[in-house]
C-alpha cells in the first residue's frame, strides 16, 4: 500500500478519542480480578472470587445453563439466517421470478424498519402459532427479523459473480443446482462467512426479544441473567461480581472479531476477494 | 458434425434481433461469424449453445433436433469472452468439472484431462489457480475445458478480444491447430476481419440479424456479393467512387473518370452506381489513368499506405511496397486496375 498522507496524526487523534474507553474496560478488566478498598481508587489485592460464580452456582445461579441456551440461540438463529439468505439472494439475484422488483423493494423496506415498531404483529402471529413463550419462537422472529438484512448482502454478494461463470457450468453439463452449490457459492463464501459471524454475535446479544416473547419460560439467555445480577435490589448483589459476568458475556464476541474481524468487513467492500 | 439452423428467428422484448437465418455448419468445419457490432452473432453463438431459446427456427445437431433441449443435454463445448474460469478451482479442477459432472470414474477424468491439457500445452500448469495464469493460458485451459466432453460443436464467442497483440497471433494458430487435430465442428464469432480470414474454412458475414454472405475467405475477398461484404473485408479497407452508368462505363463526369463496365453491359445511361477499388488495385501501375493527391500517408514498414484526394472530393486508398515513398500533398497520375475493381448498383448489390 503506498501512502499519500502521514498516518500518525490520525492514530493520535483517535488514540486521545478513544482513551477514556479504553481506561473503562482497563478498569473494568481490572476490578474482576481483584478488590479495591472503599474510597480509594487503586485496588490492593488480587482474587478470583468475583469468578467465582463460573464454578459455584450459589452465588448468581448456575452460569452454564444460560450460556448453553445463548449458545444454542445464536446458533441456531445463524444456521436459519445464512441458509436462507444464501438461497433466497441466489434466487433474487439471478432467476427471473414473478413479483421480484415487488420483493426486492419489500425487502429494503424490511431492512429500514425498527423491528421494535413490528412486536405488537410478531406477539399475535406467535400466540396464533403457539410458539409464544418458547425458546423456538424467539429464534424463528430473531431470525427473520435479521434475514431481510441477509437475503440483501447475500444478493449483492452474488451480483458480483460474473454472469459467463454460471452459463460455463450449465453448459459443461451441470444442472443449476450444481452450479449454484459447486461453482457460485464458493464464490460468495467470504460474505456467508461475514454474515454467520454477524447473525451470531447479534443472536448472542439479544436481550429485547426473550424478555418480550418469552417472559414466562423457563429458559434464560445470558442477557436475562446478567440483567438478574445487576440487580442492586437483589440480596447476592455485588459489583464485582457484576463485571465479571458482563465480561465472561463479552468474551466470546471480543474472541469472534479478533479472530475474523478481516471477514467482516468484507460485508462492507461487497467484493468476492477472498 | 453437421449443425444446421433452419428459419432461425430471435426477438428480445419486441425488437426482432435475428429473422428467418438459415445456416449449415459442415462436419469438421471452422465457421467464423462475422459482423460488426449488435448484428446477432452472440445470440446466435448462444442458440446454438441452448443459453437462448428459438422464437421458431430448427436447430439440427447431424440428424437429431436439439431445439428443445437445455443446454445441459446439448453437449457443446463454449469459449466465453473473458474465459469464464472458476476461480476457486485449480487448472486441473476446472478441466475435469464437466466430466465429474458426468460422475466419470477417477481415473478416467485423470487420463482425459492430461490428454486435452497435452493437447493445448498447459501440461505443467494443472496445479494452478485461473488468478496465476497469464490471459493466453487461461484461454488454453478454457479451450481444453471446453474441449474435454468431446462435444459435438465448439462454440468461441471473441475469444481472442481481450488478449495483447502479439498473443492474438499466437492464440490465432493455436486454436486452429487445436480444432484441426480434433477436427471438431466450430463456430467462431468475431468482428475481426483478419481473424475470420486466418482462422476459419468459410465465413459467414451477418448484418443486422441476417446472413449476406457466406463463403470461403478467399471466394469472400475476390467475390463479394454487396458492397457491405467487401467493405468487411480487408484492411486497409476497400474504397468507393459513386458514379452513373454512361455508354456501357462507370463514368464520374467531374473528373472526366471512365472505367468500362465491361461484361455488366446494358445498364441504362443515367444508373447510379458505386465502384469499388481494394487498395492493392489503385497505384502506379494498371489501365485507368486517375488524378489526385497525396491527402494521407503511413508507413507500415514493409508497406505504405495512401489516401489519394481526388479533383472532386472523393479518396481512393492505396498500398505500395517501401522505396519510392510519395510525399503528403505530392500530386499523382495512378492508375485504377479496371478488371480487379468491382461494380455496384446503388443499393449495394454487386453486378
Ligand atoms: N438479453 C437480451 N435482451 C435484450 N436485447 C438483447 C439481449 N441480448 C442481445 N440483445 C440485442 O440483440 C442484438 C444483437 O445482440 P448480440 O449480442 O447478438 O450482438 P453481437 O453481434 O454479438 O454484437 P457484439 O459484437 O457487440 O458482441 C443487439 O441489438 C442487442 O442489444
Ligand atoms: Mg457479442
Not at chain 1, 186 to 194: D, E, I, M, N, R
Amino acid at each position: 500500500m503506498t501512502r499519500n498522507f502521514a498516518a500518525w496524526p490520525i492514530i493520535l487523534l483517535l488514540t486521545v478519542l478513544s482513551l477514556p474507553l479504553f481506561v473503562m474496560y482497563l478498569f473494568l478488566l481490572v476490578d474482576t480480578f481483584s478488590n479495591t478498598a472503599p474510597g480509594s481508587l487503586l485496588p490492593n489485592e488480587f482474587t478470583l472470587e468475583h469468578w467465582r460464580f463460573l464454578i459455584d452456582p450459589t452465588i448468581t445461579g448456575d452460569v452454564w445453563k444460560p450460556t448453553l441456551t445463548t449458545f444454542l440461540f445464536a446458533s441456531s438463529m445463524m444456521v436459519i439466517v445464512v441458509s436462507v439468505s444464501a438461497t433466497a439472494g441466489y434466487a433474487l439475484s439471478r432467476l427471473a421470478l414473478p413479483f421480484r422488483r415487488f420483493v426486492l423493494s419489500g425487502i429494503m423496506v424490511m431492512h429500514a424498519f425498527p423491528s421494535v415498531t413490528l412486536i405488537i404483529g410478531v406477539f399475535l402471529v406467535l400466540q396464533f402459532a403457539g410458539l409464544y413463550n418458547s425458546l423456538t419462537g424467539v429464534i424463528l422472529v430473531k431470525a427473520s427479523l435479521m434475514l431481510p438484512f441477509g437475503i440483501w448482502i447475500m444478493k449483492g454478494f452474488y451480483d458480483a459473480v460474473p454472469w459467463e461463470i454460471e452459463m460455463a457450468g450449465v453448459q459443461d453439463g451441470a444442472s443449476r443446482f450444481t452450479v449454484w452449490r459447486r461453482i457460485i457459492l464458493p464464490q460468495v463464501k467470504p460474505g456467508l462467512l461475514s454474515l454467520a459471524l454477524f447473525a451470531f454475535i447479534d443472536g448472542w446479544s439479544e436481550y429485547m426479544l426473550p424478555r418480550i416473547l418469552a417472559p414466562s419460560s423457563d429458559f434464560e439467555v445470558l442477557s436475562m441473567y446478567l440483567n438478574t445480577v445487576s440487580d442492586p435490589n437483589s440480596s447476592t448483589y455485588n459489583f464485582n461480581i457484576f463485571k465479571s459476568v458482563g465480561l465472561f458475556y463479552t468474551l466470546p464476541v471480543l474472541a469472534l472479531f479478533v479472530l475474523f474481524q478481516n471477514r467482516l468487513m468484507n460485508i462492507f467492500g461487497g467484493g468476492t476477494k477472498g | 458434425m453437421q449443425i444446421s439452423i433452419n428459419n432461425f428467428t430471435k426477438t428480445f422484448d419486441g425488437t426482432p434481433v435475428i429473422d428467418d437465418m438459415n445456416l449449415t455448419i459442415r462436419d469438421g468445419e471452422m465457421l467464423a461469424l462475422l459482423g460488426p457490432s449488435g448484428c446477432g452473432k452472440s445470440t446466435t453463438l448462444f442458440t446454438i449453445s441452448g443459453i437462448h431459446r428459438m422464437d421458431r427456427g430448427q436447430l439440427m445437431f447431424g440428424d437429431r433436433d436439439v431445439s428443445g433441449l437445455p443446454s445441459q443435454k446439448r453437449n457443446v463445448g463454449v469459449v466465453f469472452q473473458n474465459y469464464a474460469l472458476y476461480p476457486h478451482m485449480n487448472v486441473f479442477e476446472n478441466i475435469a468439472f464437466p466430466l465429474t459432472v458426468r460422475k466419470d470414474n477417477k481415473a478416467d477424468i485423470d487420463r482425459e484431462v492430461r490428454a486435452i491439457a497435452a493437447l493445448t500445452h498447459i501440461s505443467e500448469l494443472l496445479e494452478r489457480r485461473p488468478g496465476q495464469l497469464s490471459g493466453g493460458q487461461q484461454q488454453r485451459v478454457a479451450l481444453a475445458r471446453a474441449l474435454v466432453r468431446k462435444p459435438d460443436v465448439l462454440l468461441l464467442d471473441e475469444p481472442l478480444a481481450n488478449l495483447d497483440a502479439k498473443l492474438r497471433l499466437e492464440m490465432r494458430s493455436e486454436i486452429r491447430r487445436i480444432q484441426l487435430e480434433t477436427g471438431i465442428t466450430a463456430v467462431l464469432v468475431t468482428h475481426d476481419q483478419v481473424e475470420a480470414m486466418s482462422m476459419c474454412d468459410r465465413i459467414a458475414i451477418m448484418k443486422k440479424g441476417e446472413i449476406v454472405q457466406i463463403d470461403t475467405p478467399a471466394d469472400m475477398y475476390s467475390n463479394p456479393r454487396t458492397s457491405f461484404v467487401a467493405g468487411f473485408l480487408g484492411n486497409p479497407p476497400i474504397s468507393f467512387l459513386s458514379g452513373i452508368a454512361m455508354e456501357n462505363s462507370f463514368s464520374v463526369a467531374p473528373i472526366k473518370l471512365r472505367v468500362p463496365l465491361g461484361v455488366h453491359e446494358g445498364i441504362a445511361d443515367g444508373t447510379q452506381l458505386k465502384l469499388g477499388v481494394r487498395p492493392e488495385h489503385f497505384g502506379p501501375e494498371g489501365d485507368i489513368a486517375v488524378e489526385g493527391k497525396i491527402a494521407f500517408a503511413e508507413t507500415q514498414g514493409r508497406e505504405n499506405l495512401y489516401d489519394v484526394a481526388l479533383a472532386d472530393g472523393s479518396v481512393l486508398r492505396s498500398i505500395q511496397p517501401a522505396g519510392r515513398n510519395w510525399a503528403l500533398g505530392e500530386p499523382v497520375r495512378w492508375f485504377i486496375d479496371s478488371k480487379s475493381a468491382f461494380v455496384f448498383s446503388n443499393d449495394g448489390q454487386r453486378l
